[in-house]
């Protein structure tokens, strides 16, 4: 329980920078920041990355990734050891640092893989199974591995819980009309 606890409360930055460009389309003061992180730049034809992948989503993921991590190691301090494992390392690390990396990374990854998925011919905004999936996983954990490598069990347990996590919160997004597909 402890081990679910950690991967959940570590990789909750990550989870919440991929999310927050959802929502910042829907702020009317940031719809100045509404550029494609492409600059409509093409490759092979294709546009890179396509509309989807916004500096605004970009720039506010990781902001709100960041402030998050910090919150969530204030946070820390003050809940019982109990009910949760944080590994020593974590209260030695630096939250902004660790924030801007999950951050980052989570939203990296997901560019990268709309690089693949305009070359695979895939739509935008279609799902791509299982690549929509773990994306921002695989881009997190690159990123936050230049300052902390986690243990195999740590890594696959991140990787299921947050697949899972994913999953739910894309049905949610659906049947709250914050995205256009269930899955």
Request: glycine share 8%; with cysteine; proline share 5%.
């Amino acid at each position: 329980m402890k081990e679910l606890f950690f991967v959940i409360w570590f990789f909750l930055p990550a989870g919440i920078a991929n999310v927050t460009p959802i929502f910042a389309t829907r702020m009317p003061f940031l719809n100045h920041w509404n550029y494609p992180l492409d600059f409509y730049k093409c490759f092979n034809g294709k546009r890179i990355l396509g509309d989807h992948k916004t500096i605004r989503g970009f720039i506010s993921g990781i902001i709100i990734g960041t402030v998050s991590s910090y919150l969530l190691f204030k946070l820390s301090f003050y809940l019982p050891s109990t009910i949760y494992h944080l590994p020593s390392w974590y209260y030695s690390s630096n939250s902004i640092l660790l924030g801007i990396l999950l951050s980052a990374g989570a939203l990296l990854g997901d560019a990268v893989k709309s690089f693949f998925k305009r070359r695979a011919n895939v739509k935008p905004g279609s799902t791509w199974i299982p690549f929509d999936q773990i994306d921002y996983i695989v881009g997190g954990l690159f990123f936050v591995s230049f300052i902390h490598v986690l243990s195999l069990v740590e890594y696959i347990l991140i990787l299921i819980v947050w697949v899972a996590i994913h999953i739910v919160s894309t049905v949610s997004g659906y049947f709250l009309h914050l995205k256009d597909q269930p899955y």
